[in-house]
């Protein structure tokens, strides 16, 4: 009974690492590579945030729906605050997204996506409610897209793509298969 680990080894051997372990144990600080531009700089630092305030306090004024001054000051605070959280937060999980310019015409069809999307969910269950018709059924599908690597601007493709995927109501997407080049989504209302 003197001798009982009841949380086992957990990845150790004789006070050592396992080979095995992939990544930090609990507790343990991660190992960070350095990136070849250095330390980030405090006007990049102060972009950032500026960046995080503008789309916080639009986030703000749309919920909010409405221009009265004290509103606008009381959202301009709790923006400032929400970005100042989100980059330090960002700052020391050494989080670093690149956007290219050449993405950003595609989000243009995004809303157009979400009503037609919230409009196919919203007609099948009515058609289910109202007429006892079966509830639609689901599918998955698997759409080629290139999984790419894993630098900043691989990484934030591939989050801009699952989150553009998943927007609307009728479709989420389960994950990218690097091996296949695949994206595995599914769709609440086969579409046709």
Request: with cysteine; net charge positive; proline share 7%.
């Amino acid at each position: 009974m003197a001798n009982q680990n009841p949380g086992g080894d957990a990845g150790q051997q004789d006070g050592k690492r396992s080979a095995q372990a992939a990544g930090p144990l609990a507790g343990e600080p991660r190992r960070r590579p350095q990136l070849a531009a250095g330390p980030v700089s405090a006007g990049h630092r102060v972009a950032v945030w500026v960046a995080w305030w503008v789309v916080l306090m639009s986030l703000w004024v749309a919920a909010d729906d409405s221009l009265a001054g004290d509103e606008l000051l009381v959202g301009a605070a709790v923006a400032a605050a929400a970005a100042t959280a989100a980059e330090l937060v960002g700052h020391q999980a050494d989080v670093r997204l690149r956007v290219r310019a050449a993405w950003l015409p595609r989000a243009a069809g995004l809303p157009g996506q979400v009503v037609r999307h919230t409009v196919l969910v919203f007609c099948a269950l009515a058609r289910a409610l109202f007429t006892k018709a079966p509830p639609p059924r689901g599918r998955f599908r698997e759409l080629p897209v290139r999984y790419g690597d894993d630098t900043p601007l691989g990484v934030t493709r591939r989050v801009l793509l699952t989150g553009a995927r998943s927007l609307a109501p009728n479709e989420f997407v389960l994950g990218i298969d690097p091996e296949r080049d695949v994206m595995v989504t599914h769709q609440l209302v086969e579409e046709r």
